[in-house]
C-alpha cells in the first residue's frame, strides 16, 4: 500500500521479493506481480527472475517497490492449492500492476482480473503491451 509522501522523501530505495506463501510487507509504495505460466520443463527459459534482476536495477523511486512471485523460495515449496490461489489473488489485487507473460496467444490464468486493478502490463514478441481495466 502506498506510503505516506512523508515516507516517499525518507525511506531509500529498496526492493523486496515476496514468494508464494510468503506473508505480504505491512506497507510499500509501489507493487508488481509477475504472473503468467510457471515452466514445468527446468531447460525452458524462464523470464520472471530476469524481470526480478532488472526491477531490482531499474528501482529507484523513494521507497519500498513489493514485488509478488507465484513461485516459492528455492528452497521453499508451494503451499496447497486453495492456499496458492488466495495468496495470488490477493497478491494480485493488492499491486499496481499485474505483469503478464502467457506463452504466444494464450490468455493468461485470471487475467480477467484486470478490470478490478485497473490495468495489465503483457509481455510478448514486439514488447510489453498494457491495457486499461473496466
Known amino acids: 500500500m502506498p506510503g505516506t509522501p512523508e515516507s516517499l522523501t525518507e525511506d ?42 532488472a526491477l531490482r536495477a531499474a528501482w529507484d523511486g523513494a ?31 493488492r499491486s499496481d500492476v499485474p505483469v503478464l507473460d502467457p506463452p504466444g496467444d494464450e490468455p493468461a490464468p485470471r487475467a480477467g482480473l484486470q478490470h478490478q486493478v485497473g490495468g495489465v502490463v503483457r509481455l510478448g514478441p514486439g514488447g510489453a503491451r498494457c491495457s486499461a481495466g473496466g
Open 12 to 53: 531509500p530505495a529498496s526492493v523486496e521479493v515476496v514468494y508464494v506463501g510468503q506473508e505480504q510487507p505491512e506497507s510499500w509504495d509501489a507493487a508488481v506481480y509477475l504472473c503468467g505460466p510457471t515452466p514445468t520443463d527446468p531447460e525452458e527459459p524462464f523470464w520472471r527472475p530476469s524481470a526480478v534482476a
Open 63 to 93: 521507497g519500498r517497490l513489493a514485488v509478488f512471485l507465484p513461485d516459492p523460495t528455492a528452497d521453499g515449496s508451494y503451499p496447497p492449492y486453495a492456499d496458492q490461489i488466495a495468496w495470488e489473488e490477493e497478491a494480485m489485487r
